[in-house]
């Protein structure tokens, strides 16, 4: 859209990053008003402004991460799921957005409830029993205009699961239960999407990246449990530090896998102790 | 006899023989000895979840343990 890339170049305005590097910028109010104007999305006016080596402020921070322009275009481009909203998909949630990745399934058939106060960092006082995707709609709304939601308010199951996935690029497994992420990694596998897992109990937290193909929850879990649908979370609980370790470290994974970064958790698990004040990375099987 | 390196992480770490900790340890085990005899050298009750990687594969209760072998004995984690 000529006219959109016109308006964008008129708008910009030279600034001096940390490092005293001058580049070009564009304000959220010049992104909004632009947006307005033109009848077009705030993403729209985003990616214009990308295109034309234009930075919106909000994402300057990000430039080192992402790898300059070209990847926080991808980032706006792509569709990521999350798949459960509590400990660590709402932390997830509102990481991907900060991160501007300009669309987000949410999914969640779950409501607010006392107990999750201590971690789920969508859960308010105030906003109790409400469903967990529509808090993560609402935060994601604040946060990042550019982003689109699709909102999910039921619990993923064998009928619906795939259709909940369709266009998305990759998913965050922050499920709490083993019988729901195994469905996930099968519905993955079919639709050839990555996804990353992740799980915590306690003082300990685990990542895994898993491609369609990767044994992936298969080479995690032990048929030694079989029948549970938990881990050792139900008696030791869940904090409100080990989600957010790993729900950002989820979303690292994520941002890692739609710029291409090669280093990925893959066919490998992070296991995070807190306690003993350590990571380890052990290979899986492949 | 065999030697094997241990590590017993997370909850499973009050099982380490030297003082409750992750850090990997030496043992020695009869040659022949599966994974559920290490198990229960370790006291490690039976009804305890667990997960057991050998030199970074997960392996059964009933596989054979070879010299050099690395241990690695997690529980199962799934919380969100």
């Known amino acids: ?286 | 006899m065999i030697s094997i390196e241990l590590a017993l992480f997370a909850t499973l770490r009050i099982y380490n023989p030297n003082g409750e900790s992750s850090e990997p340890f030496k043992m020695q085990v009869p040659e022949g000895s599966t994974v559920a005899y290490l198990l229960e050298t370790l006291k490690i009750p039976p009804g305890e979840s667990k997960q057991v990687f050998i030199n970074s594969c997960r392996q059964e209760l009933d596989y054979v343990l070879q010299e050099g072998e690395r241990v690695a004995v997690f529980p199962p984690i799934a919380g969100g």
Not at chain 1, 13 to 28: D, M
Not at chain 1, 156 to 183: S, W, Y
Not at chain 1, 244 to 260: D, I, N, P, S
């Open chain 1, 1 to 286: 859209m000529k006219e959109l890339s016109e308006a964008v170049k008129a708008f910009c305005e030279e600034s001096l990053s940390p490092a005293g590097k001058v580049y070009l910028k564009i304000s959220l109010a010049a992104v909004r008003r632009l947006a307005g104007q033109l009848s077009c999305s705030v993403k729209e006016v985003e990616i214009s402004a990308l295109s034309n080596g234009i930075v919106p402020e909000r994402y300057e921070r990000n430039l080192g991460t992402t790898g300059g322009l070209k990847g926080q275009i991808l980032l706006l481009t792509s569709r990521v799921a999350v798949m459960g909203l509590g400990g660590l998909g709402g932390l997830a949630a509102e990481l991907l957005a900060r991160m501007g990745v300009g669309a987000i399934t949410l999914i969640d058939g779950d409501t607010f409830s006392e107990s999750n106060l201590n971690r789920q960092v969508l859960s308010t006082e105030e906003n109790l029993p409400q469903n967990k995707a529509d808090a993560a709609r609402e935060r994601i709304a604040k946060i990042n205009a550019a982003v689109e939601t699709i909102v999910f308010k039921e619990m993923a199951a064998g009928h619906n699961i795939e259709k909940m996935l369709q266009d998305c690029n990759l998913v965050l497994d922050c499920l709490d239960n083993l019988e729901t992420r195994f469905l996930l990694q099968e519905a993955c596998q079919k639709l050839g999407i990555p996804m990353v897992h992740g799980a915590i109990a306690q003082f300990y937290g685990q990542v895994c990246t898993i491609f369609p193909g990767d044994p992936g929850l298969k080479a995690i879990y032990s048929s030694f449990n079989k029948g549970q649908n938990k881990g050792i979370e139900t008696e030791l609980g869940n904090p409100a530090t080990t989600p957010a370790l790993v729900a950002a470290w989820q979303v690292q994974e994520a941002v890692k896998l739609l710029l291409k970064k090669e280093e990925l958790l893959r066919n490998r698990i992070l296991f995070i102790d807190t306690l003993q004040g350590s990571c380890e990375t052990i290979l899986l099987e492949r």
